[in-house]
């Protein structure tokens, strides 16, 4: 197999200038939607990609959970190599890609983390296992073997048996990332994508343009 003859040819919509919402956040929602309709496996999963302060860029996969206030908010372990690059440098981007819409979103902007208050009512809806889990893993650090977490997980289980509710780790929680940049990709035929994007002005505003392919 030659990697390099693997390709697909896009045409089963097209992106205008004239089609998009005003506001970004609104056609991203849109899209969102219809990546739901369709059944797009999981629509929220998005390349969050940060810098190290050696300037070396990271990125990995996270879960949208929520956009709200004009943030993109996702939660993690504040202590992992994610955390620790988004306190030196709250720049970040993220990137989602529906291929079976042949569409890819990217947007930019900066990261705060969310109150206290915000990550933990999202800590306490998500699963046991999940609350659990947070305990159990130090996010990004070395560990000797797979027997080591299950170890703890059952530690952790029974140091947490008797309680009503699973207190949240202080190290644990929620980010927002409000954009400066978002652009709307489709794929099209011949490689001649369209793609729209959106840049904030120092008042607030959003101008919109169209970029070469």
Request: charged letters at 25%; a neutral charge.
């Amino acid at each position: 197999m030659n990697i390099a003859d693997l390709r697909e040819e896009y045409s089963s919509q097209v992106l205008n200038e004239a089609a998009v919402e005003k506001d970004p956040l609104l056609q991203f929602n849109k899209w969102f939607q219809e990546a739901l309709e369709v059944k797009v496996k999981e629509p929220n999963a998005m390349t969050l990609s940060t810098v190290s302060p050696d300037g070396q860029p990271h990125g990995r996969i996270v879960l949208l959970k929520g956009l709200e206030d004009g943030a993109f908010q996702f939660f993690t372990n504040y202590e992992s190599h994610k955390g620790k690059e988004l306190a030196q440098n709250n720049r970040a981007s993220l990137t989602f890609f529906w291929a079976d819409l042949e569409r890819q979103v990217r947007i930019e902007g900066s990261v705060t983390k969310l109150t206290e208050a915000a990550s933990s009512r999202y800590y306490h809806s998500r699963p046991l296992g999940s609350q659990i889990g947070a305990w159990v893993s130090l996010q990004s650090e070395s560990i000797p073997d797979r027997a080591f977490l299950e170890k703890k997980t059952e530690d952790f289980k029974m140091k947490f048996s008797g309680l009503a509710e699973i207190p949240k780790p202080d190290y644990w929680g929620g980010y927002g990332l409000v954009p400066v940049l978002v652009e709307f990709w489709q794929g099209r035929p011949s490689r001649l994508h369209d793609r729209i994007v959106f840049k904030k002005g120092a008042d607030g505003s959003w101008r919109i343009e169209r970029l070469s392919p």
